[in-house]
C-alpha cells in the first residue's frame, strides 16, 4: 500500500489563481480530512468526509471546495488563492475500528503540500 | 470558541529521563483523544489515543492520562531518547463525528544528549 499520497510536493500560486490539491489513498479508509498547518501552529481542520459523496466543514472552510465522488480520492480546491492560504496542507485518511475498549480510530498523513501564494 | 491547547510551547530533556507533554481541552463532548508526534518537514503520526471511558492508557514507553474532572491530557515518555526530539501534539474528537479531529498548538520536545 502507498498509503496516502499528495500531489504536488510544493506549489507556487500567484493572488487569484486557482488550483486544485490532489489526495489519495489505496487503503480503503470511508473518512477522509483536510488539514491546513500554518508556521508553529497545529493542524486546523478545512474539509471533512465521512465516505463517497458526502462533505461538511471543519473549523476553516472558507476559499475551499472538496468533493469525495469516489473512496479512494479526495481533492481540495482553491478558488482563486489569497497570500492569507500560504501553508502546508496535510490530507489524511482513516476508519473506524470500533467502539469497544482497545480500538482505536487513527489518521493515517500525507506527507503534506507546501502551498506559498504571492 | 471551543478548543484545545497546550500549557508549553517547548520541553526540554535529558536523554534517558521521563518527559510530560500537557493538554487542556474545553469541549465537554470530546470523548476521545490522540497524541501525534510529528518531525520536521513530515505529516503527524499516530502516537497513542484514549476514549474517555479510561483515565490512562500505555503503549511502548508511552502512557496517556486522562482528567476528564478538569479536561486535561498528558502524555508521559519514558527513557526519553533522541529520536523522540519532535512537535507533540494532542487532538480531540468526538466518537459520534469520528471525521473532525481539533488537534491543539503543539509542543517542541528537545532531548539533549
Known amino acids: 500500500n502507498a498509503g496516502v499520497t499528495q500531489t504536488p510536493k510544493f506549489q507556487v500560486l500567484k493572488t487569484g489563481q486557482s488550483m486544485t490539491l490532489q489526495c489519495a489513498q489505496d487503503?480503503?479508509?470511508?473518512?477522509m480530512s483536510w488539514y491546513r498547518q500554518d508556521p508553529g501552529m497545529g493542524l486546523r481542520l478545512i474539509h471533512y468526509s465521512v465516505g463517497a459523496g458526502i462533505t461538511d466543514q471543519g473549523e476553516v472552510p472558507n476559499g475551499y471546495n472538496v468533493s469525495r465522488s469516489t473512496t479512494e480520492d479526495f481533492p481540495l480546491r482553491l478558488l482563486s488563492a489569497a497570500p492569507s492560504q500560504t501553508s502546508v496542507y496535510f490530507c489524511a485518511s482513516s476508519y473506524d475500528r470500533g467502539q469497544g475498549i482497545g480500538s482505536s480510530y487513527e489518521q493515517y498523513f500525507g506527507p503534506g503540500t507546501r502551498l506559498t501564494v504571492t | 470558541g471551543e478548543s484545545v491547547g497546550l500549557h508549553l510551547p517547548t520541553l526540554s530533556v535529558q536523554e534517558g529521563d521521563n518527559s510530560i507533554i500537557n493538554c487542556a481541552y474545553s469541549?465537554?463532548?470530546?470523548?476521545?483523544f490522540i497524541w501525534y508526534k510529528q518531525e520536521s518537514g513530515k505529516g503527524p503520526q499516530f502516537i497513542i489515543d484514549?476514549?474517555?471511558?479510561?483515565d490512562k492508557r500505555q503503549g511502548q514507553r508511552v502512557t496517556v492520562l486522562l482528567n476528564k474532572t478538569v479536561k486535561h491530557l498528558s502524555l508521559q515518555i519514558a527513557a526519553t531518547q533522541p529520536g523522540d526530539s519532535a512537535v507533540y501534539f494532542c487532538?480531540?474528537?468526538?466518537?459520534?463525528?469520528?471525521?473532525?479531529?481539533?488537534f491543539g498548538q503543539g509542543t517542541t520536545l528537545q532531548v539533549k544528549p
Open positions: 484514549i476514549r474517555s471511558n479510561m
Open positions: 487503503m480503503n479508509h470511508e473518512y
Open positions: 469541549n465537554s463532548a470530546s470523548d476521545y
Open positions: 487532538a480531540e474528537n468526538s466518537l459520534s463525528n469520528t471525521g473532525k479531529l481539533i
